[in-house]
């Protein structure tokens, strides 16, 4: 009895455990400090290295085990957003005893009365929610007026994570990262620094969209 009461503690305390065990596979080097992180994250990233999965996996784990919990995916779409949630759902079914009460396109709801909510990137569609992690994805695409929106969401308390490959210098996400202060834990990934996409496509994206672009999409 003590060992089982030990053992769901641990997993509780263990979100890199809630992501090998929803998504079947090891976490990255990178991905370890982000999942345990609990304060707020900026993420600079290049495209295909894990990002998603990860996020999908801080919400999995604050669902299951914070009951009554919201989290908020915020994406420059509603497709987009989608997507997040699309992922989150099917990593779900990878871990036992988890039923859901409510399944769409846009919300997923737990028995424990735990929600993981997508929502389109206009401040209109932001507002009226309180949320314990709140997801800005690709938030360089993202209208200011939406990130001001939705940083009411965890006005009483909540993490916050940004994320999203560049879109020049300028802008709030620009803005955010060089100026943003001390409160930011800042992860800058490349493509090339994962083992999510091999160099044998990034020579061929090199090829095919140019130095400029490719810096940008997959040097972050």
Known sequence: ????????????????ATF??????KAQPWQVPYL??????????GRQIGASTAVGAKAIHMAHYDPGSLAVI???SQRHSTELTRRSRAALRNIERIRLDQDSATEIGLANGSRILSLPGKPTGVRG???????IDEAAFVEEETWVAARALVATGGQVIVQSTPNGAAGWFHDLWVNGGPRWTRYHIRSDEVATISKEILEEELRS????????????
């Open 36 to 45: 345990q992180d609990q304060g707020d994250i900026l993420i600079l990233k």
């Open 74 to 76: 915020i994406s420059k």
């Open 129 to 135: 929610y309180t949320a314990k992690i709140l997801v």
């Open 20 to 25: 090998e065990r929803a998504y079947r596979m």
């Open 209 to 220: 969209m140019g130095a400029y672009a490719f810096r940008a999409e997959y040097g972050a």
């Open 1 to 16: 009895m003590v060992n089982t009461l030990l053992s769901d503690l641990g997993r509780r305390m263990d979100s890199v």
